[in-house]
C-alpha cells in the first residue's frame, strides 16, 4: 500500500508558476512510476506527466509539454510537478499516482494508488 498527499496547489495569473509536491509513504517509492493527472470541472481526468522509478525518462502531455517538468526524489519520497507559463486551461484539480510497473504509464487505468488531489487556479 502506497499513501500520496499532493500539496502545492493555489490561485495563480495567467504565465505565472507553481510547484506541486507529492509525498509518499508506505511501501518503497522507489519502486513506483509515478504520474500526475489532471480533472477540470465537467470533464474527465487527463494525463499530464509520468516518470520512471529512477527518473530516467519521462513523458508528457502535448498540452503541457515545455511548460511543465516532472521531478521525483527517491531520497525523500517526493514526486514534483515544476509548472511555469501556466494558463487559464490549467485550471484543474491534480493528481498524483502511482503504478507498480517501473515504466512510465500514461493511462490512468495502469495506476494502482492515488492522492486526494490539490486544486490548481489560474486567472485571466
Known amino acids: 500500500q502506497v499513501q500520496l498527499v499532493e500539496s502545492g496547489g493555489g490561485l495563480v495569473q495567467t504565465g505565472g508558476s507553481l510547484r506541486l509536491s507529492c509525498a509518499a509513504s508506505?511501501?518503497?517509492?522507489?519502486?513506483?512510476?509515478m504520474g500526475w493527472f489532471r480533472q477540470a470541472p465537467g470533464k474527465e481526468r487527463e494525463f499530464v506527466a509520468a516518470i520512471n522509478w529512477i527518473g530516467s525518462s519521462t513523458y508528457y502531455a502535448d498540452s503541457v509539454k515545455g511548460r511543465f517538468t516532472i521531478s521525483r526524489d527517491n531520497a525523500k519520497n517526493t514526486l514534483y510537478l515544476q509548472m511555469n507559463s501556466l494558463k487559464p486551461e490549467d485550471t484543474a484539480v491534480y493528481y498524483c499516482?502511482?503504478?507498480?510497473?517501473?515504466?512510465?504509464?500514461?493511462?490512468?487505468?495502469?495506476?494502482?494508488?492515488w492522492g486526494q488531489g490539490t486544486q490548481v487556479t489560474v486567472s485571466s
Open positions: 508506505g511501501r518503497t517509492f522507489s519502486r513506483y512510476a
Open positions: 499516482a502511482a503504478t507498480s510497473g517501473m515504466a512510465v504509464a500514461i493511462k490512468s487505468g495502469q495506476y494502482d494508488y
